[in-house]
């Protein structure tokens, strides 16, 4: 079994920045990739940013410039740097990873998600 915690989430002004972080534990054998989505109210889950396990990214086109994702692959974890946030960044960011266990073919593995508010 597989878990993903996330963390870093909060409340902040426009034109702020925050981190999340979001680790992962657990039978882990390989890590794929691991992304950031977000859900705002009433909308659909979308995804932010995607990291490979060779390092390349894909954004959406909505943060192209102000986030950006990096991974640490010797803690298994993956960050969102969030600069220059607007209100319509306001959503419950999930943590998504592609896992591979010991014998097992990759899986994917969502985290419980932390909440960011943009808002003066």
């Known amino acids: 079994q597989v878990q993903l915690v996330e963390s870093g989430g909060g409340l902040v002004q426009p034109g702020g920045s925050l981190r999340l972080s979001c680790a992962a534990s657990g039978s882990i054998f390989s890590i794929n990739n691991m992304a950031w989505y977000r859900q705002a109210p009433g909308k659909e889950r979308e995804l932010v940013a995607r990291i490979g396990s060779s390092g390349s990214t894909v954004y959406a086109d909505s943060v192209k410039g102000r986030f950006t994702i990096s991974g640490d692959n010797t803690k298994n974890t993956a960050y969102l740097r969030m600069n220059d946030l607007k209100p319509e960044d306001t959503a419950v960011y999930y943590c998504?990873?592609?896992?591979?266990?010991?014998?097992?073919?990759?899986?994917?593995?969502w985290g419980k998600g932390t909440l960011v508010t943009v808002s003066s």
């Open positions: 998504n990873a592609v896992v591979a266990t010991a014998g097992f073919n990759a899986m994917n593995y």
